[in-house]
Nanobody, 125 residues
Framework: QVQLVEFGGGLAQTGDSLTLSCVAS????????MGWFRQAPGKDREFVGW????????DYADSVKDRFTISRDNAKNTTYLQMNSLKFGDTAVYYC??????????????????WGQGTQVTVSS
């Protein structure tokens, strides 16, 4: 079992930067690759990005590529989502998730085993 807690959400303006953190506890952190998702009101939860267990490989949704960066510090059991050049359309609740499988995809909600409670990011124009 893994417990995930997100930190760092809040209010930002267009063009601002914000960094989210996700702290894991309960199981060995580097057994899991980590994903970030977001959900805007009235919309499905959507993939934002993913980082491999060792942090070497990352993948991003086209909508955030070149603006968002995922990293992780396995010694601190933490993964980060650095968000730059924020847009109004980035407004959503952001979730981190842990994926135990070492094969298959990572862009779907069902690919993940554990989820955090989410943190709200609101971008005003």
């Amino acid at each position: 079992q893994v417990q995930l807690v997100e930190f760092g959400g809040g209010l930002a303006q267009t063009g601002d930067s914000l960094t989210l953190s996700c702290v894991a506890s309960g199981d060995t952190f580097n057994y899991y690759s980590m994903g970030w998702f977001r959900q805007a009101p009235g919309k499905d939860r959507e993939f934002v990005g993913w980082i491999s267990r060792n942090g070497v490989i990352t993948d991003y949704a086209d909508s955030v590529k070149d603006r968002f960066t995922i990293s992780r510090d396995n010694a601190k059991n933490t993964t980060y989502l650095q968000m730059n050049s924020l847009k109004f359309g980035d407004t959503a609740v952001y979730y981190c998730a842990a994926r135990s499988r070492a094969y298959g995809g990572w862009r779907r909600v069902v690919d993940y085993d554990y989820w955090g409670q989410g943190t709200q990011v609101t971008v005003s124009s």
